[in-house]
């Protein structure tokens, strides 16, 4: 079988295809006009044929041909043909005109038809034209008047320029003289891509509303956009779903827990500051007794000697979190580091004020799929306790900066594209806490105590860059967190060798009052808004901590503690150790 382009016709056009054989389907191509001329009178399914000579000569069917006239690699039962070889002795300009053809759904067209023209001394002429008012007007597509191979052969053309619209095609056969060979035809198609159609049902609700989105885009797609929807609608089952995951914003919903991790850990290394108070009043009463305090989630230690105006501490720490996910919502793993440096300054026997900032990096990776954030935290903040009779009262407030920096991995059938974004998010927060001394028993003292926090979460709206089509706009998002701590602390002091150390045991239970909702709205550039949910953090928790401090002199001590965070789907740990003087 031979194929040919348009180029042989003496035309510039956009581009030709060559294809094996006729077929229903090609690729992702559907026919949406065929005609086999295996019956007739063809001129029944809406074919018009046209005298534009006035000889009485135009095109006529056959019932079979042959295969000089169309080899039968290309043609089989009925043809249409205008002969001038078997009428002669006539002038022909004769019209074969197609039916309407509407082209308004396509994204891409293309015309196949299985053909063979044979000119006499190059006097004869071939013209296919297309007409878009109903023939009233023709735009010829191609001329030509030079022989066909034996046979024939396939030829194909785009009509891209046509898209939109209704047309009329017409092959157009005009001879030199009375006496000249012919034109035949048979197998006219004209097929496109009506639009990428994605082959695999989606998994999960999440999956569903991105790919909703995505189904929005496909009309009209062209260029990058219909590459990139083609090249995820070309991976395998499995891997579509997959490749909805990749496209998910539901890593940024992730983003407002790992920041208020953070946030609460500034706040209870601030908060562990106040529980100097009960300490030096019962220092100065004869009753020595130093715990390490922790005070908030994943929290700290405490620690302050002496009895001067000025404290200046300071402390680093590690924490880890890891969250499953669940109900087709991906997890993560958040690793940080960080640290904090405060001053404060006494006030009487029974206050103290300070102000702290903090530094907190993290790195939060997420399961399911390929992506990943940077994070960085800055925190200012101030602090005060007090002590009332057997009460320690303490409160703050602070402002956290958050910085992220985003990479998501998208793997499409043909490569990996990949959206990176860099975005900011702000963090009000303030708390209120207290502890009773309630039981001491020789070196041993038991301490209920409780607090609440506040937390507003702003994160700004921003674009992802990288993967074209697949870049999302991410609305902004908002949420408040109150949430209460109650528990008991169990603590002990005792002298070695003229070092006083204290060490402690506490268990708290931790409740979320505020908005647990984690949803995420972005939309891809075109598209409207869709929203996916993120993992929902249970309510309550248990708390676990351990810490010793040792009192080197009145104006330098040293502490090391951890905690350990149990929630259903959760578990999360801090270690944190820490110096601190006064003067």
Known sequence: ??????????????????????????????TIFSESFDDSPFVDRGWTTQDLQGSGMTWSWYSSVSTFRLSSDISSGGVVGADSDVHYNYY??????????????AREVILRFAGNFQTFALSDRAFLDISTDSG?????????????????????????????????????????????????????????????EFPFAPATANQAAILASLTGLTEGAEGQTLDDLQALADLGDGAFQ???????????????DVSLQLTRRFAGIARSRT????????????????????????????????????????????????????????????????????????????????????????????????????????????????KLGRFDVDGGASWTRNRYGTERAIQLADGTRKATSSHDGDEISAWLGGAYHWLRLGAFELQPMASLQYAYYDGESFDEKGADTFNLHVRGTDAHSIAS??????????????????????VEWAHEFGEINRQVSANFAGVETFTVDGIEPERDAAIIGLGVANNFTDHLSMFVNGDVELRDDFNGWQIAAGMQGSF
């Open 1 to 30: 079988m031979k194929t040919t382009v348009l180029k042989k016709w003496g035309l510039v056009l956009s581009a030709c295809l060559l294809w094996a054989a006729p077929a229903a389907a090609v690729g992702n191509y559907t």
């Open 92 to 105: 022909w300009d004769a019209a074969l005109v197609s039916p309407a053809i509407d082209l308004g759904a």
């Open 136 to 196: 009233a007007t023709w735009t010829n597509l191609a001329t030509k008047n030079s022989d066909d191979p034996a046979g024939g052969l396939l030829q194909e053309f785009f009509l891209n320029d046509y898209l939109g619209q209704t047309v009329q095609l017409r092959w157009r056969y005009v001879t030199g003289g009375t006496w000249e060979w012919f034109w035949y035809l048979d197998n006219i198609l004209v097929y496109a891509m009506l639009g990428v």
């Open 242 to 256: 997959r490749g909805l995951d990749a496209l998910s914003p539901e890593p940024y919903a992730a983003l407002r």
């Open 275 to 386: 529980e100097r108070l009960g300490d030096s009043a019962r220092t100065l009463a004869g009753m020595p007794r130093h715990y390490a305090a922790a005070n908030s989630v994943m929290s700290d230690v405490d620690y302050i000697a002496g009895e001067d105006s000025n404290g200046l501490w300071a402390q680093p720490f590690l924490l880890r979190a890891d969250q499953d996910g669940s109900g087709g919502r991906f997890g993560y793993r958040h690793n940080a580091y960080g640290f904090v440096l405060g001053f404060d300054r006494r006030i009487g026997s029974n206050g103290l004020a300070g102000a702290f900032f903090g530094y907190g990096n993290g790195d939060v990776r997420y399961d399911t799929v390929n992506a990943d954030t940077d994070l960085d935290s800055y925190c200012g903040g101030l602090y005060s306790g007090w």
């Open 485 to 506: 701590r109650l528990g008991l602390r169990l603590s002990s002091a005792f002298s070695y060798e003229k070092q006083h150390i204290t060490t402690e045991v506490r």
